[in-house]
């Protein structure tokens, strides 16, 4: 069973930054993409950034300059370097491995809480 970890949530003020992990239990290039998700309390979960197996990258708009999705492959982990964070930025961050258009795996999700 494919494992995702993540690590790296808290509290910072805003304009502050955090770096989200997510530890994969086997070689990431087996999954076609790698995604970071997130949901605030009432809302849905939202797709906040993608990386391909090959490297290409996307963000929502409303992150795009603030965050960057990286990898480090020896260590089959994916980063979420987030800058110059915003309260609406608060919400739980979910990694996501995508192996196929039918199978998927999620981490646990971790924190990430912004003060004005």
């Known amino acids: 069973q494919v494992q995702l970890v993540e690590s790296g949530g808290g509290w910072v003020h805003a304009g502050g930054s955090l770096r989200l992990s997510c530890a994969v239990s086997e070689n990431i290039f087996n999954f076609s993409r790698m995604r970071w998700y997130r949901q605030a309390p009432g809302e849905q979960r939202e797709l906040v950034s993608t990386?391909?197996?090959?490297?290409?990258?996307t963000y929502v708009d409303s992150v795009k300059g603030r965050f960057t999705i990286y990898r480090d492959n020896a260590e089959n982990t994916v980063f979420l370097q987030m800058n110059s964070l915003k309260p609406e930025d608060t919400a739980v961050y979910y990694c996501?491995?995508?192996?196929?258009?039918?199978?998927?795996?999620w981490g646990q999700g971790t924190q990430v809480t912004v003060s004005s």
């Open positions: 996501n491995a995508q192996r196929s258009l039918t199978r998927e795996y």
């Open positions: 990386m391909t197996v090959g490297g290409t990258t």
